[in-house]
């Protein structure tokens, strides 16, 4: 099992920026992507974006040139910072990782931060 523990999110003002960060721990050692889903209220969950453990990033349209996904293998941890954030960015963000085994693949979910984006 793998183990996500999100932290950062908050109240902030449009315009304004914050950061997540996410560790991973537990069995870690087949993860090879990472990265942030949101969830608005009333919509499905959605991809912000990923990074693999070999820095490929991926990242929804609506937030490219304003949000950066990083990674630090080292300590097992992907970080989003977010610039120039919008009302829409509002949303729940969870933290995903990807672990690939000899026999499947399966996804593992943080607990979940709140962004909201508010004046």
């Known amino acids: 099992q793998v183990q996500l523990v999100e932290s950062g999110g908050g109240l902030v003002q449009p315009g304004g920026s914050l950061s997540l960060s996410c560790a991973a721990s537990?069995?870690?050692?087949?993860?090879?992507?990472m990265g942030w889903f949101r969830q608005a209220p009333g919509k499905q969950r959605a991809l912000v974006a990923t990074?693999?453990?070999?820095?490929?990033?991926n990242y929804a349209d609506s937030v490219k040139g304003r949000f950066t996904i990083s990674r630090d293998n080292a300590k097992n941890t992907v970080y989003l910072q977010m610039n120039s954030l919008k009302p829409e960015d509002t949303a729940v963000y969870t933290c995903n990782a990807r672990t690939a085994t000899a026999v499947h693949e399966y996804d593992s979910w943080g607990q979940g931060t709140q962004v909201t984006v508010s004046s």
């Open positions: 990074i693999t453990n070999g820095g490929m990033t």
């Open positions: 537990g069995l870690i050692f087949g993860i090879y992507r």
